[in-house]
């Protein structure tokens, strides 16, 4: 997905919800490489678009969350794309393992807001990732940032994912290595 289809699927998805009689809007920060395409713009498309939902509608069981999962689904078999077109499978796992922002608002399309966490946080994210398929993105906000040092990187680390343990499970030490050596 491009930026453009990307803010005209979230556009059909606010909606989509509209037309579902959602009571109150349903709030969603942006991460991801969704964000990196929209906001830091080194990149030409991404394959999904990542969130985390910032209200209680993230129950599985919730009407609200069933509501939600319907209009992803009616947006997607419209425009013929995977039904998982909007990720929101990380959310549970990263307000568990640290600080999630509050982010500031992007765009409201109908019954959907979307938020947008500081870059400082998609840094986290991915410095805690460690992917390969992160790299492009790590450097793009590492230089947009003015992150240039190791200690640099573990502060920013430790301010959202404070437990040392949590970060050794996934080969933290090793992804910093890589990249402040």
Not at 71 to 95: C, K, S, Y
Not at 99 to 120: D, F, H, K, S
Not at 128 to 143: M, N, T, V
Request: proline content about 5%.
């Amino acid at each position: 997905m491009q930026s453009q289809e990307i803010e005209a699927y979230l556009a059909e998805l606010g909606q989509e919800l509209q037309g579902l009689a959602v009571k109150r809007p349903i709030r969603i920060l942006l991460i991801g490489g969704a964000f990196m395409l929209t906001q830091l713009r080194n990149r030409v498309a991404t394959k999904d678009v990542d969130v985390l939902l910032k209200d209680t509608v993230d129950s599985p069981a919730s009407p609200s969350y069933l509501t939600f999962k319907a209009a992803i689904r009616q947006v997607a078999n419209r425009h013929q794309i995977p039904p998982t077109w909007l990720n929101d499978l990380m959310g549970e796992f990263l307000h568990t393992m640290g600080t999630v922002p509050a982010g500031r608002l992007w765009r409201r399309y109908g019954m959907l807001e979307v938020y947008i966490p500081p870059r400082r946080y998609i840094l986290a994210l991915k410095l805690f990732a460690g992917r390969d398929k992160d790299r492009e993105d790590i450097q793009a906000l590492c230089k947009d940032l003015g992150v240039q040092t190791r200690k640099q990187a573990q502060n920013l680390l430790d301010e959202y994912i404070p437990d040392r343990r949590v970060q050794e499970l996934n080969d933290v030490e090793e992804t910093l290595d890589d990249f402040f050596s």
